[in-house]
Nanobody
Framework: QVQLVESGGGTVQAGGSLRLSCAAS????????MGWFRQAPGKERDFVAA????????YYADSVKGRFTISRDNAKNTVYLQMNSLKPEDTAVYYC??????????????????WGQGTQVTVSS
């Protein structure tokens, strides 16, 4: 079992930045593919970013490409999401997730086995 806890959410003005962290316990994250998803009220959970277990490859939703950066520190068992140039449409609950590195469906919530409880990000205009 892997327990994931997100932190770093909050309220920021448009154009601002936040860095989300996802700390793991129970097992090392070293061998998991990690992803960030977000869910706005009344909407489905959408893919934001993913990173392979080595950190060599990263993937982003078109809506955040060039503004968000996913990274990981396996020694600290932590994954990060640096969010710059935030927009009001980025407002959502952000979730981190861990999944098997053998699966290719990094953009689908079904491709992940473990989830955090989420952290709220609110961007005001």
């Amino acid at each position: 079992q892997v327990q994931l806890v997100e932190s770093g959410g909050g309220t920021v003005q448009a154009g601002g930045s936040l860095r989300l962290s996802c700390a793991a316990s129970g097992r090392t994250l070293s061998y998991y593919r990690m992803g960030w998803f977000r869910q706005a009220p009344g909407k489905e959970r959408d893919f934001v970013a993913a990173i392979t277990w080595t950190g060599r490859f990263t993937y982003y939703a078109d809506s955040v490409k060039g503004r968000f950066t996913i990274s990981r520190d396996n020694a600290k068992n932590t994954v990060y999401l640096q969010m710059n140039s935030l927009k009001p449409e980025d407002t959502a609950v952000y979730y981190c997730a861990a999944g098997s590195p053998l699966r290719a469906d990094y953009g689908s919530p079904g491709g992940y086995d473990y989830w955090g409880q989420g952290t709220q990000v609110t961007v005001s205009s």
